[in-house]
């Protein structure tokens, strides 16, 4: 089975930093497009950044361009999610998932295949 498992969220302050791990397991990590999305209350689920199976490109919402980083250790098997300049905003639930083929845009969760089951980011101000 595909597994994927987020940690890393918390409750930080506006302005820290958090780093989420999405560990991956059970199919071929380098196969699969990775993306990062969130899920405040009351709203739809967001997609926030992706990275490409083949060539390590990346992508992101302008809502954490130049906040946010994405990246994958492949021999590790994780894919990581630098959050620097957190807002009370960005306060949600976290969310990694894999993809087997983008057809469409890489921020839309109906691309997506497999999820992790969530962590929390809280942001105070």
């Known amino acids: 089975d595909v597994q994927l498992q987020a940690s890393g969220g918390g409750l930080v302050q506006a302005g820290g930093s958090l780093r989420l791990a999405c560990a991956v397991s059970g199919y071929s990590f380098d196969d699969y497009h990775i993306g990062w999305f969130r899920q405040a209350p009351g709203k739809a689920r967001e997609g926030l950044a992706s990275?490409?199976?083949?060539?390590?490109?990346?992508y992101y919402q302008d809502s954490v361009k130049g906040r946010f980083t994405i990246s994958r250790d492949n021999a590790k098997r994780f894919v990581y999610l630098q959050m620097n300049g957190l807002k009370p905003e960005d306060t949600a639930v976290y969310y990694c998932?894999?993809?087997?083929?983008?057809?469409?845009?890489?921020?839309?969760?109906?691309?997506?295949?497999?999820w992790g089951q969530g962590t929390q980011v809280t942001v105070s101000s």
């Open positions: 998932a894999s993809s087997n083929g983008i057809t469409s845009s890489v921020y839309a969760p109906t691309m997506y295949n497999h």
């Open positions: 990275i490409s199976s083949t060539d390590d490109s990346t």
